[in-house]
């Protein structure tokens, strides 16, 4: 059974710093696509980065584009997501989630594995 435990979220002020970690257990393929979404109250979930594990290639969406970096450490099965110059746009729960096979959207549909969330909350 895949489990995604999400933690570090937090409060901070504008420009602030967070890192955000994925802890990923139970998963049966050594190469997947691990991905960081979003949801603000009211708002549809967003989808924010991914990385392929096999490879380590990485998609941003544009609105964090240069502000966030997504990235993995294979041995401990996690991924990060280091959020730099934070905004309050930035305030949602955050989720990581995982899909079989290779990374090419950032759709939630394609992912299968969801965690629980971890809130991040950005004040001006």
């Known amino acids: 059974q895949v489990q995604l435990v999400e933690s570090g979220g937090g409060s901070v002020q504008a420009g602030g710093s967070l890192r955000l970690s994925c802890a990923r257990s139970?998963?049966?393929?050594?190469?997947?696509?691990m991905a960081w979404f979003r949801q603000a109250p009211g708002k549809e979930r967003e989808g924010v980065a991914y990385?392929?594990?096999?490879?380590?290639?990485?998609y941003y969406a544009d609105s964090v584009k240069g502000r966030f970096t997504i990235s993995q450490d294979n041995a401990k099965s996690t991924v990060y997501l280091q959020m730099n110059s934070l905004k309050p746009e930035d305030t949602a729960m955050y989720y990581c989630?995982?899909?079989?096979?290779?990374?090419?959207?950032?759709?939630?549909?394609?992912?299968?594995?969801w965690g629980q969330g971890t809130q991040v909350t950005v004040s001006s």
């Open positions: 989630a995982a899909a079989d096979g290779g990374c090419w959207s950032l759709l939630p549909k394609r992912y299968d594995y």
């Open positions: 990385i392929y594990t096999g490879g380590g290639s990485t």
């Open positions: 139970g998963y049966t393929y050594s190469s997947n696509c």
